[in-house]
């Protein structure tokens, strides 16, 4: 702006001067024409004149008939000067002062031979003649060569003043419209250029704000966190202290989501934020990863209270209530910290290991807190050293699957085998499916594994005499990254098993996600005649609603419930309840775990139907269990306590 100005005012002293320079010049010529006009009009005495020159003296001419210089002419005085710059006749009074010449001054065609004239009236020349300024005239010399030869000089003085003020007024006009016109075409450019400028930095701005903020709430994200942090991080390398890097999960926001929609959620995460930002530092720094992953960044800690008394504050924020379309929404949040540097001292451990703590905690239960240990950290590499084993594990014929019975409660009879898959690592050995399964479902190798353990059931099953029956678990991943009917129906009709001979397992932890297909798809699996299985009953959510809402055959009741029946009273009556429901539902009832005879006494009273536990048999091979069928035609008794121990 300021570069702007200066060039304007730039180009208002140019035009002026040029202007000026213009004016100099047509009041130049403008004197000589009304000089050259007034020689012709005063009909000089040609002889007289040259006389007058010759001797230096008017007396070879009547002063009368000299020009007149009546006020208001242009010419307003006149000199005659002879050859060598004498002066012989002037109309005016006062000599040549020492003055600078006029702007508009003009001399013109001063002969050679008046060399002395030309200096005299150049150097020496009247600053003011009759109170004109020397501005306000011009001075005109013209040589007289009658015979070819100048005999001498008349001088002529221009009155200039009108001529001056209308072309000074004129030019000025002129040069004001012009200077005007160039700096509006300077202007008008450079002000749209200025303001497309200002349109750029302005949609710059907005990118960089949309590649460093989250969309939905504002705050920073992954990366501009990242960036923060690092530069906390290296701040507190230099002047010391700590800082905690806290990893928060809205507890069971998927319920909310799946139940409310996703508008609900994403106002639910926008005042999530809000709450974070709000009870945080100023120098402390929020930040949303994804989904409702949050983390937080405390700068400059003191020590593990300080720390807990802000995860206390926040969590108080998080757990009040949110209200979305008028309707309150509980939810809580789960938490975990890493310190810097005791738990690392750059942004991708210390995200890790605040990951990790809040992992620990969600597993111990929601709406918890955990600071980050190394146990955690161990456990975390062990997992991933498990989980690039598994890759090639299905590859290396790796795993197995094992066949635990069912027992028929009423006549002891063997109604079916669960599969249960096992892993034989070649370095670790047996590793438990309760480890493992989680790997598989994280990494999602969860899907081939998946299908690979349904066809291997299906095979085996039919390797078996009838009556076989044969029960597989499914994760809740295969459901979402496969269509489980297709497949289920695939493997069918290609080993040839009966659909009413397979059982598929389910738990909970499916019916919390996308509710309706998953619906869709056990529907279809029921309608093809495969049997669903609620597994775990009493571990999860236990939502009666779900028992009404799928089309479930069966409910296997937890070992921890059938653990804690013969001394727990409430247990007892839920379990009454549960059974006396799921049999109004037209379910089989199992219960899972039995491993006592005064178990198996219970769960007869309560009226289960069927009983699955080491009581009535551990898990075996394929071949054993074909024999465990075949001998099974003759009922057998249940085995004693201390063999089944
Ligand atoms: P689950 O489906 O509830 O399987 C029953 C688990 O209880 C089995 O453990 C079985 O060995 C164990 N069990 C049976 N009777 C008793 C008993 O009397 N006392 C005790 N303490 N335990 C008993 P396992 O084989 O270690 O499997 C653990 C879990 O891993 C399974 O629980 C299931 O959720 C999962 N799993 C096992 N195999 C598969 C599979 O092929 N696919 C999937 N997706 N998950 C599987
Ligand atoms: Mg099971
Ligand atoms: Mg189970």
């Not at 669960?418 to 899907?447: C, D, K, M």
Request: hydrophobic share 40%.
């Amino acid at each position: 702006m300021l570069g702007l100005l200066l060039f304007g005012c730039a180009v208002l002293y140019a035009t002026n001067m040029t202007s000026r320079s213009v004016v100099d010049s047509m009041l130049h010529s403008e004197a000589k024409d009304v000089t050259r006009g007034w020689l012709n009009r005063a009909e000089w005495e040609l002889f007289k004149l040259t006389e007058v020159f010759a001797t230096g003296s008017l007396r070879a001419i009547d002063v009368d008939h000299l020009p007149d210089t009546a006020p208001g002419d242009r010419v307003f005085r006149y000199e005659l000067y002879d050859r060598t710059g004498g002066l012989i006749y002037s109309t005016g009074v006062g000599g040549l002062s020492a003055e600078t010449p006029p702007r508009s001054f003009v001399m013109a065609s001063v002969t050679a031979a008046s060399k002395e004239l030309k200096s005299s009236l150049r150097d020496g020349y009247a600053a003011k003649e009759d109170g004109r300024t020397r501005t306000q005239y011009a001075l005109v010399a013209k040589p007289y060569p009658p015979l070819g030869d100048s005999v001498g000089t008349i001088v002529a003085y221009v009155d200039q003043t009108k001529q001056a003020q209308l072309l000074t007024k004129s030019l000025k006009f002129v040069a004001a419209v012009t200077a005007a016109l160039i700096l509006l075409a300077i202007l008008v450019p450079s002000l749209l250029a200025f303001f497309k400028i200002r349109e750029r930095w302005k949609a710059q701005a907005h990118i960089q704000y949309l590649s460093d903020n989250d969309k939905l709430t504002g705050l920073l994200n992954r990366s501009s966190f990242g960036r923060e942090l690092e530069a906390k991080l290296e701040l507190r390398r230099e002047s010391g202290g700590g800082i905690a890097v806290i990893a928060i999960n809205v507890d069971r926001f998927k319920d909310v989501n799946d139940s409310m929609g996703h508008a609900a959620g994403d106002s639910i995460l926008r005042c999530v934020a809000e709450r974070l930002r709000t009870n945080i530092g100023a120098e402390d720094v929020a930040a949303r990863l994804g989904s409702d992953e949050f983390v937080v960044a405390l700068n400059d800690v003191r020590g593990p209270v300080e720390i807990v008394g802000t995860v206390q504050r926040l969590r108080d924020a998080l757990g009040s209530s949110y209200w979305v379309d008028g309707q309150e929404i509980p939810c809580t949040a789960s938490m975990g910290a890493a310190v810097a540097p005791d738990d690392g001292d750059d942004v991708a451990t210390l995200l890790r290991h605040a990951a990790l703590a809040l992992d620990r905690a969600k597993k111990v239960g929601r709406n918890t807190f955990k600071f980050f240990d190394r146990d955690m950290d161990m456990a975390f590499l062990r997992r991933r050293e498990r989980a690039n084993d598994l890759h090639q594990a299905i590859d290396q014929d790796q795993f197995n699957l094992v066949y635990q019975p069912q027992i028929r409660l009423s006549d002891g009879a063997l109604a079916s085998h669960e599969a249960l898959v096992r892993w034989n690592h070649p370095e670790h050995g047996n590793i438990s499916p309760n480890y493992f399964i989680s790997i598989a479902e994280e990494t999602e190798i969860i899907v081939p594994l998946g299908e690979w353990i349904l066809r291997r059931a299906c095979l085996d099953a039919v390797s078996w005499p009838e009556p076989r029956n044969v029960a597989v678990n499914l994760s809740p991943v295969q459901f979402k990254r496969t269509s489980v009917y297709e497949l289920v129906a695939r493997v069918l009709d290609e080993t040839g098993l009966a659909p009413s001979q397979l059982e598929l397992e389910i738990t909970e932890n499916l019916l919390m996600w996308d509710t309706e297909a998953v619906l869709r798809e056990l529907t279809k699996l029921r309608e093809l005649g495969v049997d669903i299985a609620l597994d775990d009953f009493g571990t999860g959510y236990s939502s009666l609603s779900y028992l009404s809402r799928f089309p479930f055959s069966k409910i296997k009741i937890d070992r921890t419930f059938v653990r804690a029946l013969a001394h727990d009273q409430r247990v007892n009556a839920i379990m009454c309840c549960i059974v006396a429901l799921g049999r109004s539902l037209g379910m089989t009832i199992t219960a899972e775990g039995v491993e006592t005879q005064e178990q198996a006494e219970f769960i007869r009273r309560l009226g289960c139907d069927l009983a699955q536990g080491f009581l009535y048999g551990y898990p075996v091979s394929a071949a054993e269990s074909a024999k465990l069928i075949e001998a099974s035609k003759t009922p057998p008794e249940p085995r004693p306590e201390s063999s089944a121990a």
